[in-house]
């Protein structure tokens, strides 16, 4: 299958670490992480709530959450984490697929949403993902999930596909 | 009850066939499986249908197979369904995404829309 992208590449993304305000005046930083973070992001996704899944991610049971968490945080992934003091607040993450290109997903905790984070997060990651040499990003997004599909919007994703149960976009960096 | 199970040649497709063969040598259901080229998959009508041959020959069981032809195989399979009285269409599918995300193809997605009967999606 063939993505359609933007003709035209995204600006240039900030990079990480960086360290925002978030609308409920909370310093929040904006860290690159790897494998050396999983047992906070382990943490963060126990306290998910099951309702945010989207598409079967993250997994419920802490085994799962585990073994999905060894996937994208391998070395050829791409990770950022958003933390409020000690507490992982929010986690986005680039995987490579088979065509050199990379798949896009961000989760932000309950307690966190509405704040923008997410698109410092999804902000971040992008920037990141420049600096290491990824210019062809995209994600789905269950069509009814207007906040998520505006905010990969302002970012500078278009819709690629929306033929099926989700919608499919896409970003050139 | 009268199973049709769509079979397109992926390995989720393969899966759905063990485990209805497994469940219907218990239930004794009577089962038809039919067999469709999947335009996402890189696999001949013929190396599918030696497959399922394979698998068929392994359970005992003897369903009859049949061919559907044509570019929708989802139509296909909700037309048989429905003017040759099944209860059930049955399909193994919701492949990951490299991210783990749960994806459902065009024609499980076709067949789960327009289906006039319950649909079992094996994955």
Redesign the interface.
Known sequence: ?TRTYPDEPAEAFPQPPRTITDRKDRPIDVISADDADTESLVEMYLDFDPADR????PPVKEEAIRE?LE??LDGDCVNVVAKHDDTVAGHA?L????EDEH???IFVLQAYQGAGIGTALVETLLGHGQAEGIDHVWL?VERWNDPAISLYEKVGFEISSA????IEMAIRL | MKLLLGVGGSELSYQALTETLERVSETGDELTVAVFENSDIDADLETIQQRIQEHIDESGLEPPIRHIEGTSPGSELVNIAESEGFDRIILGGGGRSPLGKIQLGPIVEFVLLNAQTPVTLIR
């Open positions: 299958m989207a598409q079967g991610i999905w996937t994208i993450t995987v490579p697929d088979n798949e896009l997903a789905t033929e099926s149960f989700e």
